[in-house]
Nanobody
Framework: QVQLVESGGGLVQTGGSLRLSCATS????????MGWYRQAPGKQRELVAT??????NYADSVKGRFTISRDNAKNTVYLQMNNLKPEDTAVYHC?????????WGQGTQVTVSS
């Protein structure tokens, strides 16, 4: 089992920045990739960014604005979000994948005001 706890969401104005954190615990040795997804009201959950080994991947809508990183010593994955836009408003969920399972955090709300 893997436990994921997100933090760092909040209310920010357009153009502002936030950094989300995802603290992991449990059987983290089995994790092969981690990522951030988001779900806005009335919309499907969508990929924001993933990190696996030294490789990262981003949704086109966040490229150049968001950066995913991980601190292995702290078992934490981060999502630095700059130049936020109202369309970034959503609940952001941390995701961890092993060879067999995937795990989700409870989510953290990000609201960008115009």
């Amino acid at each position: 089992q893997v436990q994921l706890v997100e933090s760092g969401g909040g209310l920010v104005q357009t153009g502002g920045s936030l950094r989300l954190s995802c603290a992991t615990s449990g059987s983290i040795f089995a994790i092969s990739a981690m990522g951030w997804y988001r779900q806005a009201p009335g919309k499907q959950r969508e990929l924001v960014a993933t990190i696996s080994g030294g490789s990262t991947n981003y949704a086109d809508s966040v490229k150049g604005r968001f950066t995913i990183s991980r601190d292995n010593a702290k078992n934490t994955v981060y999502l630095q979000m700059n130049n936020l836009k109202p369309e970034d408003t959503a609940v952001y969920h941390c995701n961890a994948r092993s060879a067999i399972f995937q795990y989700w955090g409870q989510g953290t709300q990000v609201t960008v005001s115009s």
